[in-house]
């Protein structure tokens, strides 16, 4: 049994969803597009990163060999061609949607089967009913924004006027979310999030997934910065998923990140914030010192989504995977015997697609560990295969509509 560790590299997709077209993103390629362009010499930025994109730990375990069963092409400069010392696939996903609650939930064994509510590409975006609610509930003078939009782009393009107005900013995306940014000290954090608790209640009869705190800090707009204290309000899962099953069992749950948040804090025991791909490395490395057997380790490393793929900042991306790969060695070092450590992710957020909105692609998986063994899974037909290889690994009982890949 020993203990288990799944990390979501946030947006990592490898291209190749069957079902792409739905979403608007056929040929969409997270992976495949970074590499191509760093291969090409346009993902060189200076004291950042140069040349093709290298990932050598990740394809020790057989990450180029996923990518290229899931799109058909290896990803450019990924050339590795012995056998992979971990198992390795490609996972399709079975929710409707392409965003943050669909993709995890899935992971944990319970997928989307029902359609998310969405805000239409208007302007405004919001239904009057809704806005005015919001104003006269949280005691606003208004609001700006009220369209889809990207955070950092309508935080520097009206921030200074949120300053001045005390009006909070208020967006969406391609998701099922309502985003609302303010800064944390002229308008306050604490009123922030009382505005958010009551925004999560007005959007449940839209069917909205999540209401994101979007705090930021500065006073001009090329100084303004969002913040680690984002907050995100989601609706819980509409069924136990593995980390609740866990949980009554008696298992401790170390969420890390924003992996509560999602999960709308159930089936979590342990909650450790951290803010960025560095912190949320060390963190991990602390907490799996303190997991014991039977317990599970659970990160969602966001940067890759969040500063990179949303931003279209193709170096970014690329620097940010070539630095999780140069660090992954310390998460094997901690492994003990016994253990099974996962690598995945969500959904797609390809940096070199159009707009700045998820991409309905395939995911990688990777297991590893001391006694796992290796070779090919293939094709997996959900997430939720992940979730329950965990939850059999770990001596519960397994669900559906997933099975273990372990056998």
């Known amino acids: 049994m020993a203990r288990a560790f799944l990390f979501v590299l946030d947006s990592v997709g490898i291209g190749g969803a069957p079902d792409a077209e739905a979403y608007g ?3 969409s390629n997270t992976l495949g597009h970074i ?8 993902g060189d930025r200076q004291d950042l990163r140069q040349g093709p994109l290298k990932l050598p730990n990740l394809e020790r375990l057989g990450f180029g060999f996923a990518a290229e069963a899931a799109s058909g092409q290896r990803p450019a400069g990924l050339a590795r ?5 971990g198992f390795w696939g490609h996972a399709k996903e079975l929710s409707k949607g392409k965003d943050t609650p669909s993709g995890h939930w899935e992971i944990a064994g319970v997928p989307v089967l029902f359609d998310w509510g969405y805000f239409p590409h208007e302007v405004p975006c919001f239904p009057k009913e809704l806005t005015d609610a919001l104003i006269d509930q949280a005691e606003l003078p208004g609001i700006l924004g009220n369209r889809h939009a990207s955070g950092t782009q309508i935080i520097a393009e009206l921030g200074i006027e949120h300053i001045s107005s005390g009006k909070p900013i208020c967006y969406t995306s391609s998701d099922s979310v309502f985003q609302i940014a ?6 306050g954090l604490e009123r922030l999030y009382r505005v958010c608790e009551i925004a999560r209640k007005l959007v449940d009869p ?9 705090p930021f800090v500065g006073k001009t707009s090329d100084t303004f910065k969002r913040t680690g204290n984002r907050r995100d309000i989601a609706v819980p899962p509409p069924s136990p998923t593995v980390l609740d099953r866990l949980e009554d069992d008696g298992r401790e749950i170390f969420a890390i990140g924003k992996i509560a948040d999602i999960y709308a804090h159930q089936g979590v025991t342990d909650i450790r914030k951290a803010n960025g791909n560095e912190a949320l490395f060390d963190t991990t490395l602390r907490t799996m010192d303190d997991a014991a057997n039977g317990d599970l380790v659970f990160t969602n490393f966001v940067d890759f989504d969040q ?6 900042d193709v170096p970014g991306y690329a620097a940010a995977l070539e630095h999780f790969d140069r660090r992954l060695p310390e998460i094997e070092a901690k492994l003990r015997p016994g253990d099974l450590a996962i690598i995945t992710a969500d959904h797609g957020c390809d940096p070199t697609w159009q707009g700045s909105d998820h ?21 997996l037909d959900t997430f939720a295969d992940i979730g329950e ?9 397994t669900g559906k509509p997933g099975q273990s890949f372990l056998k």
């Open 359 to 379: 991409t309905r692609e395939q995911v990688p998986v990777l297991a590893f560990g001391p006694d796992i063994g290796s070779g090919g899974l293939g094709a």
């Open 81 to 85: 061609t012995s056998p992979a010392e």
């Open 307 to 312: 500063l990179y793929g949303h931003r279209r």
């Open 35 to 42: 590499a191509e362009t760093c291969a090409a010499g346009n």
């Open 182 to 187: 303010a800064h944390e000290e002229y308008f």
């Open 206 to 214: 839209y069917n909205i997934g999540r209401v994101i705190a979007r």
């Open 25 to 27: 993103d056929v040929g």
């Open 389 to 397: 290889t965990i939850a059999a690994h770990l001596g519960i009982a």
